[in-house]
């Protein structure tokens, strides 16, 4: 995970194995700011574990009043999120 200046660039796969770890660290993150934005384009791979871990974010910044917006996410996300039918969710924090 990269940040700059609220962007947080995600690299490798959102998976079982990675997303456990990311979810508090996200949290410290959305934490410490107003808005915050994800940039996705670097993930290789993503599961049902990476979009867990999309929304646990997405939850953490609506109880805190944060802005956060999902950046550039890969196809395949875009369809898991599609087929787990919660796409219309996230509509609002894509770009």
Same mark, same amino acid.
């Given at each position: ?6 962007? @947080? ?33 670097? @993930?290789?791979?993503? /599961? ?19 802005? @956060? ?16 039918? @919660? /796409? ?8």
């Amino acid at each position: 995970m990269l940040c700059q200046e609220g962007v @947080i660039t995600l690299k490798g796969n959102l998976d079982f194995t990675t997303a456990q770890a990311l979810v508090p660290q996200g949290c410290q993150w959305l934490a410490k700011t107003r808005s915050v934005t994800f940039d996705l384009s670097q @993930i290789d791979n993503a /599961d049902s574990a990476g979009v867990a871990l999309l929304i646990a974010w997405w939850r953490f910044a609506k109880q805190h009043a944060v802005k @956060i917006y999902f950046k550039n996410p890969p196809a395949a996300l875009n369809a898991l999120l599609a087929v787990t039918n @919660i /796409d219309h969710v996230f509509a609002e924090c894509l770009c």
